[in-house]
């Protein structure tokens, strides 16, 4: 059986690519297996302020340079088009901060799962930091969202919430949905695309891979500091746009009770500002 052809798109941001540790460790790997090379090509998308020199690779690569930083939505757009004009079966998707391993990537081109197949329409791996499991999560209730099983396998017969990073999708499936959702460029893009995705019938097969992965809002969500408040307020109106354009009636309802509840908490320690964003932010539109 042939390999299904994969179409990878990473994305770069203020951070040098022998700094990126996705980019060093698919480096590694593709070096290591180079009979892995020939199913894929990629697109370094960099929106730092400076374009930097790529180091030579084994897979067809290219590269753009855009230091407007249109976040992740445009870079992903662009891999979608290119892709579609190489006629790759699967976009993968890369941030800049996470560990690959070998058993994940030869899961991801492995032809028994991706050739063929027309079962689903996105593979994801298992992200975790610190030993919980960030990605997939299950749909958000009152209480933090819960993620998977570590042990979770398979195709997914219920609404998933994954995160970007490691994640394959069928090319011809974000063609059919117009590609990434407007409005999203950079936070909630991954629960928008998702959301999109299974509300059009299309499956996510859950695969064996767990991946070391930094989610960079942690330190946003316990600080009043200045920069990281204005890094938080992105990413609750990008939430607050998620529920508002895609949530349930009973999601909304949760996600406005946890805000207010955030905001009675970061009273209580004193992070004023902080509390007054979330419950701003909790008046959904």
Not at 43 to 60: E, G, H, M, R, T
Not at 144 to 173: E, F, M, Q, W
Request: glycine share 4%; charged share 20%; net charge positive.
């Amino acid at each position: 059986m042939s390999r299904a052809r994969i179409f990878a798109v990473m994305v770069l941001y203020k951070r040098s690519l022998e700094e990126s540790e996705t980019f060093s460790t698919l480096r590694s790997l593709l070096q290591k297996r180079t009979d892995l090379a020939g199913a894929m090509s990629l697109l370094l998308y960099d929106n730092s302020p400076v374009a930097q020199k790529v180091p030579a690779l084994p897979i067809p690569t290219q590269y753009i340079s855009n230091p407007s930083n249109p976040g992740l939505a445009a870079a992903y757009s662009a891999g979608l088009q290119l892709a579609g004009e190489e006629a790759a079966d699967w976009l993968l998707l890369f941030d800049q901060d996470t560990l690959l391993t070998e058993a994940y990537l030869t899961e991801v081109i492995s032809s028994t799962q991706l050739a063929g197949n027309d079962q689903f329409d996105a593979i994801v791996p298992k992200l975790v930091e610190d030993g919980t499991v960030l990605s997939p999560h299950l749909t958000i209730t009152l209480r933090h969202p819960k993620p998977v099983d570590i042990t979770t396998h398979g195709i997914s017969t219920v609404a998933l919430h994954p995160y970007n990073s490691g994640a394959v999708l069928r090319v011809k499936a974000l063609q059919e949905m117009k590609g990434f959702p407007e409005g999203f460029s950079l936070d909630s893009l991954d629960h928008a695309t998702f959301r999109r995705l299974q509300t059009r019938g299309g499956k996510i097969f859950v695969m064996q891979a767990i991946l070391e992965h930094k989610l960079s809002t942690n330190r946003a969500d316990v600080s009043d500091d200045p920069v990281l408040l204005a890094r938080q307020k992105s990413v609750l109106q990008a939430e607050q746009a998620f529920y508002r354009d895609f949530g349930t009636p009973r999601e909304r309802f949760y996600y406005h009770v946890r805000l207010v509840w955030r905001a009675w908490k970061a009273m209580r320690a004193g992070r004023f500002r902080r509390s007054i964003m979330l419950l701003k932010t909790s008046v959904m539109p």
